[in-house]
């Protein structure tokens, strides 16, 4: 059929945030919106002419039809083949793998992450590049800036492709091809850590259980650890993906992951649990009854890599969002390899991978990956636990005790402040910033101010800079609280503040986290005047 160039207006606000452009379903289901940002996507990054795409999504509601739409719109501006996840689905993690793999343009992920699923929830659109990994500013702010002039777009009118069938279909000229999701991203893990010993850890009666919170890693998680490692049928729990997550929010944390909670702090507990998010980026590590913070994670990690096959070499160095403890730093240092700090998102990560400069990278957040791929993997980071403790024989409790040993512990913990008004959120952290200069030298809750600033960061790889990306509040005894606002939301404001300290006396190791921060959360409150502006006197989720 013909191509149709239908005309079009801008719409506002179609500014990709930390992760993407992410907005209720019912804004995507504004007739041109979704089209619009694509179209600026297809005139934004060079190259589309001939060339092969990735496109998938995490599943949830809306899903299809935007690959529907997507696939006509590719169809129509010169992409050759689109390879495309069977049923719509493609992990984060998993579509970077593609993209790598079968060295594609770039892709199209359509995942709002962990936020809440179904018609009344959160959609969300993002795209990765050559490299596999998130677009790095320069190109978000060109499809931004696209998408504030864009007149018209470009589609064509044929009929679905059906995406439940693997193989290929002609679509005018451009190929769909419906791919395995799993087949591709399972052979990489099978380079990377040694599935005999994880083999042989299942067979000796280790159990586990892995939360798929109904969300896209049940196909990857049931293929890998059920059929390939041999962990016991059951041990993938929510492992169906559904279009509303099961109106769960499909976030790894010990609040959303009841499940896995229960599971793991209850009687009969099994000797590891995790989770991972909606588009399975994301992930949790539990022990039996023990909670494994991710910034220990990516530090035990570090210390522990070349443990792993694909990772005996030694690693080069590690990397760290600014807001995530300083475990990581501490294990760096331990190994003589550098440790670099980068604004929150895994964009500011993909320089220092390409470049060969970080080898493992985490954010606070749940998230941590490595140079195998350019997004944060979660069950990549299970089957690397899985891989450690079957290598060394510890639980994963030891293994971050000889962590604390080793590096000193650090209490950390995140209050967030979800939906506050946007003008009260943009005026505290304002004013807060204005405060800055007087910090210096000051004494906050008997902790003397090292250091007061609002964190800037250029590239050491491409020279580029990011400024206002969180004010950090350092004391003289290491101690540090981090205030920033999410950039991933869809409603009103979500204030993030990050609070944590050193311990490095083993008898004081064993606190309970919040008790052992509660005169740095009563600081925090106090230097940004939380309650006292927004009148909420506990947050809305801890993590
Ligand atoms: C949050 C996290 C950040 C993470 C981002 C995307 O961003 O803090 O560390 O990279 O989500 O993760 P923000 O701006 O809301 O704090 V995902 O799994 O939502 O793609
Ligand atoms: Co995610």
Redesign the pocket.
């Known amino acids: 059929s013909a191509i149709r160039v239908v005309p079009t207006t801008p719409f506002e606000g179609q500014k990709p ?4 452009l ?1 907005k209720k379903v019912t804004v995507f289901r504004t007739p041109r919106y979704l089209e619009n940002f694509v179209q600026a996507i297809f005139d934004s990054v060079p190259g589309r002419q001939g060339a092969t795409m990735v496109l998938g999504g995490d599943g949830r509601f809306h899903n299809t039809a935007a690959i529907q739409t997507i696939l006509r719109m590719a169809a129509a501006n010169g992409i050759a083949r689109v390879l495309v996840g069977q049923n719509g689905l493609l992990s ?1 993690p998993g579509a970077s793998c593609v993209i790598r793999a079968r060295q594609a343009w770039g892709g199209i992920i359509l ?5 809440p699923g179904g018609p009344d929830g959160d959609f ?1 659109i ?1 795209f990765n590049p050559s490299n596999g990994g998130p677009a790095p500013e320069r190109i978000t702010d060109a499809i931004y800036e696209r998408t504030q002039t864009i007149g018209e777009y470009c589609i064509l009118d044929t009929p679905e492709v059906d995406l439940s069938v693997l193989g290929e279909t002609d679509v005018d000229g451009m190929v769909v091809e419906v791919i395995d999701l799993v087949a591709d991203y399972a052979a990489l893990m099978e380079t990377l850590f040694d599935f005999d010993a994880i083999r042989a850890l299942f067979q000796g009666g280790f159990r586990m259980c892995f939360d798929a919170m109904h969300a896209v890693t049940g196909p990857y998680a049931t293929e890998i650890l059920e059929n390939r490692l041999g962990a016991a049928k059951g041990s993938v729990i929510n492992g169906v993906p559904l279009d509303d997550f099961g109106e769960g929010h499909p976030d790894p944390n010990l609040v959303h992951a009841h499940d896995l909670v229960a599971a793991l702090f209850g009687d009969d507990a099994p000797d590891m649990g995790a989770a991972s ?3 399975g ?2 992930n949790m590590i539990l022990g039996r009854r023990f909670y494994v913070t991710p910034s220990d994670s990516l530090a035990v990690l570090t210390l522990n890599a070349t443990h792993a096959p694909g990772y005996a070499r030694g690693i080069a160095g590690v990397a760290r ?1 600014m ?2 403890s300083r475990a990581a730093d501490r294990a760096a240092e331990t190994l003589g390899i550098p440790c670099f700090e980068t604004p ?3 964009k500011f990560f993909g320089t220092l991978l390409d470049a060969g400069k970080a080898t493992l990278c985490g ?5 941590t990956g490595s140079d195998h791929v350019r997004e ?1 993997d979660g069950l990549w980071a299970v089957l690397f636990w899985l891989n450690l403790v079957a290598a060394t024989g510890k639980t994963v409790e030891e293994l971050v005790r000889d962590l604390w040993r080793q590096c000193g512990r650090i209490y950390y913990t995140r209050h967030d402040y979800e939906d506050l008004p946007s003008g009260q959120a943009d005026t505290l952290m304002a004013d807060l910033r204005a405060s800055l200069s007087g910090l210096f030298g000051t004494v906050q809750g008997g902790r003397m101010v090292m250091l007061a600033d609002d964190f800037a960061y250029t590239d050491p790889v491409d020279g580029s800079t990011a400024a206002k990306q969180g004010v950090r509040v350092l004391f003289e005894d290491g101690a540090r609280i981090v205030y ?6 869809t409603a009103g404001a ?1 204030l ?1 503040v990050y609070i944590e300290r050193p311990e490095d006396d083993p008898a004081r190791q064993d606190l309970e986290t919040q008790a052992a921060l509660a005169d740095l959360i009563a600081t925090a409150d106090a230097l940004a005047g939380i309650q006292a502006r927004t009148g909420r006197d506990s947050p809305t989720v801890i993590t």
């Open positions: 945030g930390t992760s993407g992410r984060t995942s709002a992450s962990h936020n969300g993002k998010d909606g588009d980026d994301r969002s807001p995530t929150t998102g895994w954010e606070e957040s749940f998230g944060k920033r606002l999410s950039g991933t939301g979500t993030r």
